[in-house]
T-cell receptor
Framework: QKEVEQNSGPLSVPEGAIASLNCTYS??????FFWYRQYSGKSPELIMSIYSNGDKEDGRFTAQLNKASQYVSLLIRDSQPSDSATYLCAVNYSGTYKYIFGTGTRLKVLA | GAGVSQSPRYKVAKRGQDVALRCDPISGHVSLFWYQQALGQGPEFLTY????????KSGLPSDRFFAERPEGSVSTLKIQRTQQEDSAVYLC??????????????FGPGTRLTVT
């Protein structure tokens, strides 16, 4: 079982819709969770971090964390074609400095 | 301000050659990470520095891989006797944080290594 799992997609949504991206992780002790966006041929860029159960909103982005169920999700409201990218979930491996990334979900926002 | 920079951006090496990849973190960032990213995969952790101390090198795939950050700023990842399986993008990331809850990491543009 992979330590951080994401559906590879592609996830296609129409412009203006809500895109929902999910991530599950296996390490129950993980405390830190991050979402990154990666455009093709570019390096990952940080979108959000979340550390506590519940929702965290930043502009059009909302991260949701449920440690009991070991999942973290990212909602993108009012999706734009420029949001088309691969979204990476990253989880800190408890007790270490190691960050485990999922393989990413490719999002396509259709104009 | 300036972000993380990496050089070279592209490197082609013949199998068996040694390579050195450089990372310049964001000024003042104490933490520095190296990752390897294969095509279609997420970044894989290689090693972590806090200032000049290498606190975690558990992700280095073999003893051919070596990283250093002697003055707590610029870091170099060295790969000796390169093999074809070393072909990947090598990413460097830096962070202001040094402790829990977490390290918001800012990535450089990466070095694409191709071993022929």
């Amino acid at each position: 079982q992979k330590e951080v799992e994401q559906n590879s997609g592609p996830l296609s949504v129409p412009e203006g819709a809500i895109a929902s991206l999910n991530c599950t992780y296996s390490d129950r002790g993980s405390q830190s969770f991050f979402w990154y966006r990666q455009y093709s041929g570019k390096s990952p860029e940080l979108i959000m971090s979340i550390y506590s159960n519940g929702d965290k909103e930043d502009g059009r982005f909302t991260a949701q964390l449920n440690k009991a169920s070991q999942y973290v999700s990212l909602l993108i409201r009012d999706s734009q074609p420029s949001d088309s990218a691969t979204y990476l979930c990253a989880v800190n491996y408890s007790g270490t400095y190691k960050y485990i990334f999922g393989t990413g979900t490719r999002l396509k926002v259709l104009a | 301000g300036a972000g993380v920079s990496q050089s070279p951006r592209y490197k082609v090496a013949k199998r068996g050659q040694d390579v050195a990849l450089r990372c310049d973190p964001i000024s003042g960032h104490v933490s520095l990470f190296w990752y390897q990213q294969a095509l279609g995969q997420g970044p894989e952790f290689l090693t972590y520095f806090q200032n000049e101390a290498q606190l975690d090198k558990s992700g280095l795939p073999s003893d051919r891989f070596f990283a250093e950050r002697p003055e707590g700023s610029v870091s170099t990842l060295k790969i000796q006797r390169t093999q074809q399986e070393d072909s990947a993008v090598y990413l460097c990331a830096s962070s202001l944080a040094t402790a829990w809850p977490g390290y918001e990491q800012y990535f450089g543009p990466g070095t694409r290594l191709t071993v022929t």
